[in-house]
């Protein structure tokens, strides 16, 4: 994937959870812990991200895990089983640039995925894979595959300040307003959360 292709990246949130990220910044999973939030993630998959490193860096927990494109499976799953409003917020690709930023070719907890530095690392990714509009396909095992290359991630370490984030997608136009309080411009893309 070319670095032109990165326009934006992608933080899908709780609207609940806007006012403490712009106090605090986009925390990772480590750092949101010491503080009152909601969470959208699946405990099974935390367990699995718990435990895993990336290679010479720290475990994923420690990283903000962002997406080339929200609309995966994990947004899939979410517009089909969580009832309270979430927002997609739009970050700012300079964040490839930080230091120790990491970049996997897929789902980050997933057992096959690999790990490159950013910026470089973009050239590993197949954005025909990570854009693609759909991951479904006959053979269970491509299904799979395509499945873990469309939720490929960029980790950033530790938090990102809300400098970088730029705006709020949203699925209609009652959440569209939850980023605004806050200054972030507002996009209502229903086709974002699968709508």
Same mark, same amino acid.
């Given at each position: 994937? !070319?670095?032109?292709?990165?326009?934006? =990246? +992608?933080?899908?949130?709780p609207v609940e959870n806007l006012s403490s @990220?712009?106090? +605090?910044?986009?925390?990772?999973?480590?750092?949101?812990?010491? $503080?009152?939030?909601?969470? %959208?993630?699946?405990?099974?998959?935390?367990? %699995?991200?718990a435990t895993k490193r990336v290679p010479r860096?720290?475990?994923? +927990?420690?990283?903000?895990?962002?997406?080339?494109?929200?609309?995966?499976?994990?947004?899939?799953?979410?517009?089909?089983?969580?009832?309270? *409003?979430?927002?997609? $917020?739009? %970050?700012? *690709?300079?964040? $490839?640039?930080? *230091?120790?930023?990491? @970049?996997?070719?897929?789902?980050?907890?997933?057992?096959?995925?690999?790990?490159? #530095?950013?910026?470089?690392? =973009?050239?590993?990714?197949?954005?025909?894979?990570?854009?693609?509009?759909s991951w479904n396909h006959q053979d269970y095992?491509?299904?799979?595959? =395509? !499945?873990?290359?469309?939720?490929?991630?960029? $980790?950033? #370490?530790?938090? @990102?300040? %809300?400098?970088?984030?730029?705006?709020?997608?949203?699925?209609?136009?009652?959440?569209?307003?939850?980023?605004?309080?806050?200054?972030?411009?507002?996009?209502?893309?229903? +086709?974002?959360?699968? !709508?």
């Open positions: 994937m !070319k670095r032109d292709r990165v326009s934006v =990246l +992608h933080y899908i949130v @990220i712009a106090e +605090h910044g986009v925390l990772s999973h480590e750092r949101a812990s010491s $503080l009152p939030h909601a969470s %959208i993630a699946l405990d099974s998959v935390q367990e %699995i991200r860096g720290g475990r994923l +927990h420690q990283y903000v895990n962002l997406y080339f494109d929200a609309r995966n499976s994990m947004m899939f799953y979410l517009n089909r089983n969580e009832s309270r *409003p979430f927002v997609v $917020l739009k %970050i700012d *690709p300079a964040v $490839l640039d930080f *230091p120790h930023v990491a @970049i996997s070719d897929g789902n980050a907890a997933s057992d096959i995925t690999r790990f490159y #530095p950013s910026p470089s690392g =973009l050239e590993a990714l197949n954005e025909e894979f990570v854009f693609a509009e095992w491509t299904k799979r595959e =395509l !499945k873990r290359r469309r939720c490929a991630e960029v $980790l950033i #370490p530790h938090q @990102i300040s %809300i400098e970088y984030v730029s705006g709020v997608i949203a699925a209609d136009s009652n959440t569209e307003n939850a980023g605004r309080d806050f200054g972030w411009q507002g996009e209502v893309n229903p +086709h974002v959360f699968f !709508k």
